[in-house]
């Protein structure tokens, strides 16, 4: 009788979809083998439902997916991130309102990071990040934009378990202390794929092609290539400089004028001198 029940069991799976999901426990199932093993077993469905004998005999081919219970999908559940506190100076990371995308980190030391320097500050916790997804080291945009400072070393992966450490640089000219307790940098949880990697002997072409650095314009207009020579080219030449050199001849004073006070000094005499060439 076992195999006459894989074999039931087998044709059921056939004409019902995988994510449906049958249950018998309102019914009796009366299994009669056939005399002839060709020939599937027929299945008698009797019901609950009725106390009196009441039955209805059908094939497995008759069997139909509207007379199973569908069991709903279960709901996915959001993806949680785990902290390890490990020491009684340790805080979990926070979030500084509802929709901020990433969680502050809290330093647990005083130190000082020196101008223009850099210095690991300790977090004491260690976190579990969420399959498919990474920790990436953000600097904060206070103390970004009043101190200078920027994160480094930033990628958190999903299989890390050691303590947190943020990396942080002073790219300021004025030292800077942390204390204990501060908000030192903040991370972002990030959905990520890791894509297969497969070696191939050529890549496929775009119309960028190798073009690199600067290849799609800079922060001005780029003149087109010649424009440059030819706008050089239209420049007036440059004429040569011609000094005015004042003699250390006395001074003559005028008669008086109509139109003018008297008593008006002028040079005596000026001489334009063209600067002398190297031999």
């Known amino acids: 009788m076992p195999a006459v029940t894989r074999a039931v069991r087998a044709h059921i799976g056939k004409l019902i979809p995988p994510s449906t999901r ?11 083998s056939s005399p002839s093993s060709s ?21 497995p081919a008759t069997i139909s997916s509207s007379q199973a219970t569908s069991v709903p ?13 490990l020491s009684d100076k340790a805080k979990v990371p926070t979030r500084g309102s509802a929709l901020a995308a990433g969680y502050d980190i809290y330093g647990v030391e005083d130190y000082l990071i020196k101008a223009q320097d850099r210095g690991i500050i300790e977090t004491d916790i260690a976190v579990a990040i969420p399959a498919g997804y990474y920790g990436r080291i953000a600097p904060r945009s206070g103390l970004a934009t009043k101190h200078g400072l920027q994160t480094g070393a930033g990628v958190v992966d999903a299989d890390y378990r050691g303590p947190l450490k943020i990396l942080l640089f002073n790219h300021s000219n004025e030292d800077f202390q942390v204390h204990a307790g501060d908000r030192i940098a903040q991370m972002v949880i990030e959905k990520i794929i890791t894509p297969e990697v497969v070696a191939v002997p050529e890549l496929d072409n775009t119309e960028r092609g190798s073009n690199g ?11 087109a290539k010649g424009a440059e020579d030819a706008a050089m080219k239209e420049q007036p030449e440059a004429k040569e400089a ?6 250390s001849e006395p001074v003559v004073t005028s ?4 139109n003018g006070p008297e008593n008006i000094q002028v040079p005596a005499t000026t001489t334009e001198t063209a600067p002398e060439k190297a031999e």
């Open 22 to 32: 049958v249950t018998f426990r309102s019914l009796h199932l009366c299994i009669r």
């Open 39 to 59: 020939s599937p077993p027929s299945v008698q469905l009797i019901s609950r439902r009725f106390f009196r004998s009441k039955s209805i005999t059908m094939s």
């Open 73 to 85: 999908a279960a709901v996915p559940t959001a993806p949680v991130l785990q902290v390890k506190l």
């Open 213 to 223: 650095f600067g290849s799609t314009g800079g922060f001005g207009v780029r003149p």
């Open 242 to 247: 011609v000094f005015v050199e004042q003699t």
């Open 255 to 258: 008669p008086a004028s109509e």
